[in-house]
C-alpha cells in the first residue's frame, strides 16, 4: 500500500515538473524546426549598420541613379511570409530525405528588377495583382531581392533548390535544363507568396520576392 501511495506520488509529482518545466528541442544544428530559446538572438553593431546603409545609398544607389530616375534603398517582407518559405522549405525536406538536417540548408538571396510592366499578368501572373495597387504599379524596373532555398551537396558547395522536387537535392537547378532554360509552358511546384497570398500552384521555384519597395512605399518607419 505504501509503496502504491508513492508510487503515484512520484507520478504527480513527474506531471507536475514536465508541466512546469516542459522539454525543449535540441539546440544543436541536427534538427529542422528547431527551438533557439536557450540561443542569444543575432545583433549587429548600430554604427555599422549605418556605414554599409550609407555607403550603399553614397556608391551604388547614387550610380544606380546616374542612369534611371529613382530606384528603390530597402525592401520590407512580413515575418509571416518569411516564417511560411522556412518552414515549407525545411517540412518539405524532411519529407523527401529524412537525411538531411538544417545545417545543410540556407537561403541565398539575389539582387534582382521587376520586369517590364506590360508583362505583369502574361507571362508572368504573379505580379498581376500589382497592377491594382498605386504603389506596386511603379515597381516596373526597381531594385529588389529573391530568396531562394539552397542545400548543401557532398562536395561542400550550396546549391539551389527546390525543396518539392527531390531531383534537384542532388544536381541543384543550374545544370537542369527545366530550371536553366525553361519553357514558357513550364510548370515548377513550388510555394509562391504574392500580394494575395494566392495558392502555391502557379508556375514557379520554391522562392519569395514580393515585399514592398521602398521608394515608392513610405519611408518614414526607417530607422537607417
Not at 9 to 18: D, E, K, N, P
Not at 123 to 149: E, G, R
Request: with cysteine.
Amino acid at each position: 500500500m505504501l509503496s502504491t501511495i508513492l508510487l503515484i506520488g512520484t507520478l504527480i509529482a513527474f506531471g507536475v515538473y514536465i508541466y512546469k518545466f516542459p522539454p525543449k528541442s535540441s539546440s544543436s544544428n541536427n534538427h529542422i524546426c528547431m527551438d533557439y530559446s536557450n540561443e542569444q538572438m543575432s545583433e549587429l553593431n548600430v554604427n555599422l549598420v549605418h556605414t554599409m546603409v550609407n555607403g550603399y545609398r553614397d556608391k551604388q544607389l547614387r550610380y544606380i541613379q546616374n542612369t534611371m530616375t529613382k530606384d528603390a534603398h530597402s525592401i520590407w517582407f512580413d515575418f509571416e511570409t518569411i516564417k511560411k518559405l522556412i518552414y515549407h522549405t525545411e517540412m518539405n525536406v524532411k519529407k523527401n530525405n529524412n537525411s538531411i538536417t538544417s545545417k545543410h540548408l540556407g537561403l541565398r538571396i539575389y539582387y534582382a528588377n521587376y520586369p517590364e510592366q506590360s508583362t505583369w499578368g502574361n507571362p508572368y501572373t504573379d505580379l498581376s495583382d500589382f497592377l491594382n495597387d498605386p504603389i506596386t504599379q511603379q515597381y516596373s524596373h526597381l531594385h529588389t531581392l529573391v530568396a531562394i532555398p539552397t542545400i548543401k551537396r557532398k562536395n561542400g558547395i550550396n546549391a539551389d533548390f527546390n525543396p518539392t522536387d527531390v531531383q534537384t537535392y542532388t544536381t541543384g537547378l543550374k545544370n537542369l535544363e527545366y530550371y536553366s532554360n525553361p519553357a514558357p509552358s513550364n510548370v515548377i511546384p513550388g510555394m509562391t507568396v504574392t500580394k494575395s497570398s494566392r495558392a502555391s500552384s502557379n508556375p514557379s521555384t520554391g522562392a519569395q520576392n514580393h515585399g514592398s519597395l521602398i521608394p515608392p512605399a513610405n519611408d518614414t518607419g526607417e530607422g537607417f
